[in-house]
T-cell receptor
């Protein structure tokens, strides 16, 4: 069965370190998204991609970067982790319609 | 700016019907999606309204009124497994989802 996976599921890192969160989907979807979810908030879009070599900034992109070298993967990099980036991160993908997205299980990141 | 407002919490009884409202402040969304998220889990897609009116999918229905900038999710024959958070999300002019803060649905036996 097609799926979308994220790794690691939990990560603790120190302020200032570079961190990369992995996202892999086997749906063969062109569209992929990274969100963060904080208590009391809905999901906020960090970056998104509509295909290989395409990346775009979302609402809260500062301090984050992504790259899309193939259809299956969209890794999210925190250049220099900050305590404000402690959150749960969700990766999602969609076929063509952006309103129906399939989400990975999430990565809980703690920056100390 | 764009924002969607939902009640933070709704309580209902097993077997009953509950409505979760979503109002939005924006120049306009293409449509309104609804997602369900259980504690510790990932959001899962429930429904999408591209047009005004009611969309029905089993026990769940969703409604949209663009003129009123308002939508709702209706859950019928509530089951304990429906206890979760429900999010409305508007599809904006850049085809990005703008999310509400979510409504926690508590179901009592």
């Amino acid at each position: 069965d097609a799926e979308i996976t994220q790794s690691p599921r939990h990560k603790i890192t120190e302020t200032g370190r570079q961190v990369t969160l992995a996202c892999h989907q086997t749906w063969n979807h062109n569209n992929m998204f990274w969100y963060r979810q904080d208590l009391g908030h809905g999901l906020r879009l960090i970056h998104y991609s509509y295909g290989v070599q395409d990346t775009n900034k979302g609402e809260v992109s500062d301090g984050y970067s992504v790259s899309r070298s193939n259809t299956e993967d969209l890794p999210l990099t925190l250049e220099s982790a900050a305590s404000s980036q402690t959150s749960v991160y969700f990766c999602a993908s969609s076929e063509s319609s952006d309103h129906e997205q399939y989400f990975g299980p999430g990565t809980r990141l703690t920056v100390t | 700016g764009q924002s969607l407002e939902q009640p933070s919490e709704v309580t209902a009884v097993e077997g009953a019907i509950v409505q979760i409202n979503c109002t939005y402040q924006t120049s306009g969304f293409y449509g309104l999606s609804w997602y369900q998220q259980h504690d510790g889990g990932a959001p899962t897609f429930l429904s999408y309204n591209a047009l005004d009116g009611l969309e029905e999918t089993g026990r769940f229905s969703s409604f949209l009124s663009r003129s009123d900038s308002y939508g709702y999710l209706l859950l019928q024959e509530l089951q304990m497994k429906d206890s979760a958070s429900y999010f409305c999300a508007g599809l904006d002019s850049n085809y990005q989802l703008i999310w509400g803060a979510g409504t926690k649905l508590i179901i009592k036996p």
